[in-house]
């Protein structure tokens, strides 16, 4: 019986700012130790859910207003194109060697598990089609996107998490500058851009460690693997791998950039925005990942 | 002209501005007074926008800067300056760029030559070695930061510009540099300027008019001489402790 109460209490005195919160929470205070607890612990549920819903359309309605921004900003294309070539450039650099390693790293594995389901019945060729299309369909992109949430979603977030509680983004709007095209649009445009190219060498590089490696396990010939890759691709397969590290840049630099636009309180908000930016953008990754390829592989 | 009238602020459950009328005539210079937490900042966000009153309203240049709209409201920016509390600089830029992006002019930040000299020009008025452009602000002191902000707000030669606490943290030589620069920019170009302060000597000096806030509304705004002979309770309970403390400050 106690439990429930102090629940409903706290959750009422958390959530004391709206006028409808403060409705419930006198209905928390009336019924405190009283023969209405049950009715209580029954509100419980309905509130929170309420909050949800209301903090859900609270975040949409911001993220919305962040992309009016960045489609209005689009114009001042003098100001951000510049800024837009040096991100790309910096976030292209910087990603090269864990891009090359995680790409090296698959393939190889790739390599070694077709290996080992393989059998003798069928032909060494299915080797080269099992690798090629495993890497370009799945793996390529979705690693790449999944270690660059956590390398760039981190640091957009952190960046401009920083730039909000130190006024610096105040700073950009006092001198009538539009934050969206000196912030926000180049970092979102090279996350457009920067994925899909990032993936295309990851396929490369993985395809290559794994026809490397797939020679060390079993005695498949350059000729059968190139003809294995071939045999079953379509050209569809490398415009799938390029569609996905671009849906995938986009929605981990958009996340970023609002989390991080929108953070508050100091070095602990930005160490939430940052932590939020990471999960939600591996989250979406997940989720889109499984809506293209219902949408786009049928 | 700024123009702020029946101004209301709360944040959460704490009332901030609780109805404050203030205004700064064209050409003139008013020091903001008050003390701290009395919402002086938050009163100078105001008037450039960054923050938006719950009711009331607030004009410059004969503007309306609630309903203006986002893109006036951005030219009219161009010719506010606001020189933050902590400085606000772009930490990811050399000093040079931080002060070359207050050039809002497009033509004028592009040029190479105009930008280098302009912000040459400016480090000197706030008396900042030339070798300071290519420094990052965390390389700097604090007082320096603070000058490179006022040298960033003075960069675009704005109309209106907003001081927030220009002259706190600095040494007393670099206060009267700022102190002057204030006063000048006022007299020789006719800048119309709002300087929150809580050096009343300074305020005096500089200031052609001056403000007190406190509680939530203006106790009182008027010249230094309205000030002296105030009897309101609040100015003189400000006026007293400030020049009892302030040798003590120096
Ligand atoms: N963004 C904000 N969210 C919530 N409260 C705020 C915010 N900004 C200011 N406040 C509150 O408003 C009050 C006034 O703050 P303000 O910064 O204007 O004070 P101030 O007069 O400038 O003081 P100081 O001289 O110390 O700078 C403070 O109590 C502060 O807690
Ligand atoms: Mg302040």
Redesign the interface.
């Known amino acids: 019986m106690e439990g429930p109460a102090r629940v409903g209490g706290t959750i009422g005195a958390a959530t004391g ?1 709206t006028g409808c919160d403060a409705h419930w929470a006198g209905w928390t205070s009336v019924s405190w130790g009283s023969t209405i607890l049950p009715m209580n612990a029954v509100l419980v549920f309905p509130r929170f859910i309420g909050r949800a819903v209301l903090g859900g359309f609270t975040q949409l309605g911001r993220f919305s207003l962040l992309t009016f921004e960045i489609i209005r900003g689009l114009r001042e294309w ?1 100001i951000w194109l510049p800024r837009t070539i040096t991100e790309m450039a910096s976030v292209g650099m910087g990603s090269l060697f864990i891009v090359i390693l995680i790409a090296s790293f698959t393939g190889a594995v790739t390599a070694f598990q077709a290996g080992y389901q393989w059998q003798t019945s069928l032909p060494l060729y299915v080797l080269g089609t099992l690798i090629v299309s495993n890497i370009v369909l799945e793996l390529g992109p979705v690693l790449v996107g999944l270690v660059l949430a956590g390398r760039i979603g981190a640091r957009y977030a952190a ?1 401009l998490g ?2 909000r509680v ?3 983004i ?9 934050p969206a095209s000196h912030l926000i649009i180049p970092r979102v445009i090279t996350g457009f851009v920067m994925l899909p190219v990032l993936t295309i060498l990851a396929d490369l590089v993985a395809i290559l460690v794994g026809w490397y490696s797939v020679k060390q396990v079993l005695p498949i010939t350059d000729a059968d693997f190139i003809y294995g890759a071939q045999y079953y691709y379509r050209p569809f397969d490398g415009y799938y791998s390029i569609i996905k590290a671009f849906f995938f840049g986009g929605a981990i630099t958009l996340i970023s950039c609002y989390t991080g636009f929108n953070t508050k309180q100091g070095a602990e908000g930005v160490g939430r925005a940052v932590t939020a930016a990471v999960v939600a953008s591996m989250v979406i990754i997940l989720v889109l990942n499984a809506t293209l390829a219902r949408v786009l592989l049928n | 002209m700024i123009e702020l009238i029946g101004v209301h602020k709360r944040f959460g459950e704490q009332v901030v501005l609780d109805g404050v009328d203030f205004d700064v005539r064209e050409g003139e210079t008013v020091a903001l007074l008050g003390a701290s937490g009395s919402g002086k900042s938050v009163l100078l966000k105001h008037i450039n926008g960054l923050i938006h009153p719950d009711a009331g309203q607030v004009i410059v240049d004969g503007q309306n800067v609630v309903t203006i709209g986002r893109k006036n409201l951005a030219r009219l920016r161009t010719q506010i300056g606001y020189v933050f509390q902590n400085g606000a600089l772009f930490d990811s830029m050399d000093v040079f760029e931080n002060i070359r992006l207050g050039l809002s002019d497009e033509t004028q930040y592009t040029d190479a030559e105009f930008s280098q000299d302009r912000v040459t020009e400016c480090l000197r008025l706030v008396n900042l070695p030339p070798e300071t452009a290519k420094k990052f602000p965390a390389e700097l002191s604090g007082g320096m930061r603070k000058r490179v902000g006022i040298a960033r707000a003075i960069a675009g030669r704005p109309k209106y510009l907003l001081y927030d606490e220009p002259t706190s943290g600095l040494d007393p030589v670099n206060a009267d540099i700022i102190d002057q620069l204030v006063k000048q920019l006022d007299n020789e170009l006719g800048v119309t300027s709002v300087m929150v302060t809580h050096d009343v000597r300074g305020a005096f000096r500089v200031a052609d008019r001056l403000a007190l806030l406190s509680e939530g509304t203006m106790a009182l705004q008027g010249t230094q001489e309205e000030f002296l002979q105030s009897d309101n309770p609040r100015v003189r309970e400000f006026l007293e402790r400030d020049f009892h403390t302030a040798p003590v400050a120096a």
Do not use: P
């Open positions: 700012e003098r960046e920083t730039m130190t006024e610096q105040d700073a950009l709007d006092s001198l009538g500058r539009s």
